[in-house]
């Protein structure tokens, strides 16, 4: 079984829909958790960085951590094409340092 | 403009000819990590360095080497490539163990 789970996709939806995307993981000690974006022959880029549980809002998109249920939460309101790419959850403990522990992205199409 | 580059962006190489894929960041970092993406499997970590003359190995070091003589340089060797590390690579970097990383554009590398 992976440490970070994560369906691989792809979800499409209409422009203007809710993305709704998740990762479940193993390791309790994970405590920073981080949703990447990925255009397609580019690199990840970092989305949203939360530390521990909770919810956190930036602009279009919220991200939820659910520690008891090892779950986390990537919202994306009003979808636009430009929204199209695959999307990684990502995480760290004290331990790792720097490590992430990546899962298999998601891959996600916003149809016009 | 702050950014991680990596040279070649593309490279098809056969078994066992030695190759190096440089990694450069003018941010200033600290950390520097090389990470390998493949289908279903996500990014796995290759090696680490949290500073210069301090490097580590991370989930799947095997058939890899590094060198980090000057913070801003991270070259990735392969000393004896085989067809399983056709992959896609990533050198990032960040500040600090928690910090953003910050990803190169990838190396696509492919041995026959």
């Known amino acids: 079984q992976k440490e970070v789970e994560q369906d691989p996709g792809p979800l499409s939806v209409p422009e203007g829909a809710i993305v709704s995307l998740n990762c479940t993981y193993s390791?309790?000690?994970?405590?920073?958790f981080m949703w990447y974006r990925q255009y397609s022959r580019k690199g990840p880029e970092l989305l949203m960085y939360t530390y521990s549980s909770g919810n956190k809002e930036d602009g279009r998109f919220t991200a939820q951590v659910d520690k008891s249920s090892k779950y986390i939460s990537l919202f994306i309101r009003d979808s636009q094409p430009s929204d199209s790419a695959t999307y990684l959850c990502?995480?760290?403990?004290?331990?790792?340092?720097?490590?992430?522990?990546f899962g298999g992205g998601t891959r996600v199409l916003v149809k016009p | 403009e702050a950014q991680v580059t990596q040279n070649p962006r593309y490279l098809i190489t056969v078994t066992g000819k030695k190759l190096t894929v440089t990694c450069s960041q003018n941010?200033?970092?600290?950390?520097m990590s090389w990470y390998r993406q493949d289908p279903g499997l996500g990014l796995r970590q290759i090696y680490y360095?949290?500073?210069?003359?301090?490097?580590d190995k991370g989930d799947v070091p095997e058939g890899y080497k590094v060198s980090r003589k000057e913070k801003r340089n991270f070259p990735l060797i392969l000393e004896s490539p085989s067809p399983n590390q056709t992959s896609l690579y990533f050198c990032a970097s960040s500040y600090g163990g928690y910090n953003e990383q910050f990803f190169g554009p990838g190396t696509r590398l492919t041995v026959l």
């Open positions: 390791n309790s000690a994970f405590q920073y």
């Open positions: 990502a995480m760290s403990d004290e331990a790792a340092g720097n490590k992430l522990t």
């Open positions: 360095s949290m500073n210069v003359e301090v490097t």
């Open positions: 941010m200033n970092h600290e950390y």
